[in-house]
């Protein structure tokens, strides 16, 4: 089954930076859309950010033109660049697949963004 590790968190003041990165245990050339998700306490996992394998991007109303994703298909890895953060960034973030068929049932640990000053 496929595995994904995610890294790059940590605290950042508001309107700081932070890149995050997703290694995945499998290729994902045959994976189209892949996808960064969030968790904040109390609330739901959502979709943040989107790439298909040609490069196309989709984002949560709430991120764009802050956040930027891409993706190494060769490296089997996405990344996530957040600027302008905001205390409402504060999350566990995740990858997964987004389309298709929606997010594998197993996810990775995550890893935490905390925007507080």
């Known amino acids: 089954q496929v595995q994904f590790v995610e890294s790059g968190g940590g605290l950042v003041q508001p309107g700081g930076s932070l890149r995050l990165s997703c290694a995945a245990s499998?290729?994902?050339?045959?994976?189209?859309?892949m996808g960064w998700y969030r968790q904040a306490p109390g609330k739901q996992r959502e979709l943040v950010a989107g790439?298909?394998?040609?490069?196309?991007?989709n984002y949560a109303d709430s991120v764009k033109g802050r956040f930027t994703i891409s993706r190494d298909n060769a490296k089997s890895t996405v990344f996530l660049q957040m600027n302008s953060l905001r205390p409402e960034d504060t999350a566990v973030y995740y990858c997964?697949?987004?389309?298709?068929?929606?997010?594998?049932?197993?996810w990775g640990q995550g890893t935490q963004v905390t925007v507080s000053s």
């Open positions: 997964n697949r987004q389309w298709p068929g929606g997010p594998y049932p197993y």
């Open positions: 499998v290729s994902i050339s045959s994976i189209y859309t």
């Open positions: 790439i298909t394998i040609g490069g196309s991007t």
